[in-house]
């Protein structure tokens, strides 16, 4: 089983979850902007995926630099308790496979979580190809 937690708002998201569905895989998709985060959550998968909060802190196109999270002396607690009250301060997109957990950015960080890569050449919503026959090579 796949889990992606998806922004469906986010370009780079949904080329991931275009991926995973591409290899065969049909993922459970969590929308966390509506679901929302919890502390032992976010804790579990930034540990499984060998993240901190603050490697997992969304710094581009987030409020966190309004919300002074950039700044030194921000603890790893303080930037949880904003990753809960605003979800949108958490890095995407986040997928959990039998394979690890991996914060998939660039979106093909997700080929390494999959058991089937998706046959040969294929778009990304940008129009940018990636060659699929090269990355199993690699």
């Not at 049909?26 to 919890?38: K, R, S």
């Not at 959550?41 to 710094?59: H, I, K, S, V, Y």
């Not at 986040?94 to 979106?107: N, T, W």
């Not at 997700?110 to 199993?136: C, H, M, S, W, Y």
Request: glycine fraction near 6%; charge should be neutral.
């Amino acid at each position: 089983m796949i889990v992606i937690h998806h922004n469906p708002k986010c370009g780079t998201s949904r080329n991931v979850l275009a991926f995973i569905r591409a290899s065969g895989v049909e993922p459970v998709i969590i929308d966390y902007l509506q679901e929302g985060w919890t502390r032992p959550q976010l804790l579990a998968l930034f540990a499984a995926a060998g993240l901190t909060p603050r490697q997992a802190l969304r710094d581009k196109r987030s409020p966190a630099e309004e919300m002074g999270l950039l700044a030194q002396g921000v603890t790893d607690d303080d930037l949880l308790d904003a990753m809960i009250r605003h979800p949108v301060l958490v890095n995407r997109p986040i997928v959990c496979s039998p394979k690890g957990v991996r914060l998939c950015r660039p979106s093909e960080t997700v080929f390494d979580l999959l058991d089937n890569l998706p046959n040969g050449v294929i778009r990304k919503e940008d129009g940018q190809i990636v060659n699929t026959e090269t990355k199993a090579r690699a």
